[in-house]
């Protein structure tokens, strides 16, 4: 006789708390409930919502939320902002839970992290896209990276750029050096100063297309590929803090106070400092990239030239890459790439990285 695949297996139901239900937390939401017969047959899981968060209102049914109220909270909060309650947080509701809950981090703030760290100390699961927790405090990180977690999609959405590096560090293979680039927003500010673009017409550009945070001296300023390299330099056991990490800025410190419309008018006044670095960097036909490099314990973000041959150089410059130079990779670097931004795509990392985590967590029935 000839059986399926986990024919015999024991359904298993994990209980999810979703802290965040921004555009990638919706996503996920929905994802999870369209992939709900997939799960089943695939891997014999059910992935039980127990908890939906935003910033002033929660939904928390320990039983699960129906796939009925888990729609409707996705279209009330698109449409008004809002959760359709009016129901307050309990953060001790996270260690009610039994140990096979998982906690689902998509928000942009470390303000969650008391209720992360009582869940873990509770034996439960974490999975974030917030990179906040992971770059932040190194006792955070110390917390995180010794329990049930999962920070996949920190470093480039759906891109496999952290399981790569266990991978790699699991095999007993020594990792020498990393360089990445690791923002689309950047890249593509790169690719326009390679044309000969105006920086101040290629930041407004980028900010006309949504390629930007609201404010683009959020991404101008590095800090986001920094803390993306910070995870990886802590991954390789550097005891690094943010304060350790050398990010070069795109635009002066004087240009802080400024208001955003202030400051896209006075972005015209870096046209020349830009186009003359970008110039430098690019002698000898070499590509413009901003990218991050972690070696021998020393972490450096900025702008580079790279050889039109090499990892960096050869991709396109508004994807993410990350080239991994080891032991057994030295004459040809590893490298991942691809579309490292994306709602969709980056709801579908933390979705897979939910069910990887899934799979070691004990079956409920």
Known sequence: ??????????????????????GVGRALARQIVE????????????????????ST???????????????????????????????TQPASIITAFPTNAIVVDTTASAAAMPMVLAALSAGGGYVTA?????AGKLAWWDAISRSKARWETTCG?????????????????????????????LGYLSSELERGTPFGD????????????????????????????????RMLGYRLEMNDVQAESLYPASMDGLSMDEFLREVDTLNQLMAERAASLM?????????????????AVGLIGAAPDSKL?????????????TKYFNDNPLAVSGRGAGQEVTASGVLGDIVSLAKEISVTD
Request: glycine share 8%; proline share 3%; net charge positive.
């Open 1 to 22: 006789m000839i059986f399926l695949k986990n024919e015999f297996l024991a359904m298993k139901s994990v209980n999810i708390f979703l802290l965040g239900f921004g």
């Open 35 to 54: 992939a709900r017969e997939r799960h089943k047959t695939r891997n014999q899981l059910a992935l039980n919502i127990v908890g939906l968060v935003d």
């Open 57 to 87: 209102s929660a939904m928390i049914d320990a039983n699960g939320l129906s796939d009925e109220s888990i729609t409707r909270a996705i279209s009330a909060k698109t449409q008004t902002g809002r959760l359709p309650v009016d129901q």
């Open 130 to 134: 917030n990179k906040l927790p992971v």
């Open 157 to 185: 959405a759906a891109l496999p750029v952290i399981s790569t590096l266990n991978t790699l560090l699991d095999s007993g293979d020594e990792v020498h050096k990393i360089e990445g680039c690791l923002s689309g927003t």
């Open 202 to 233: 290629a930041v407004r550009t980028a900010k006309q297309l949504g390629y930007t945070e609201p404010d683009p001296r959020q991404d101008l300023g590095g800090l986001d590929v920094a803390r993306k390299a910070l995870i990886l330099a």
């Open 283 to 299: 002698a000898g036909g070499k590509k413009l990239r901003y990218a991050a490099t972690i070696e021998d314990g020393k972490l």
């Open 313 to 325: 150089g050869s991709t396109r410059a508004s994807d993410s890459i990350v080239a991994f130079h």
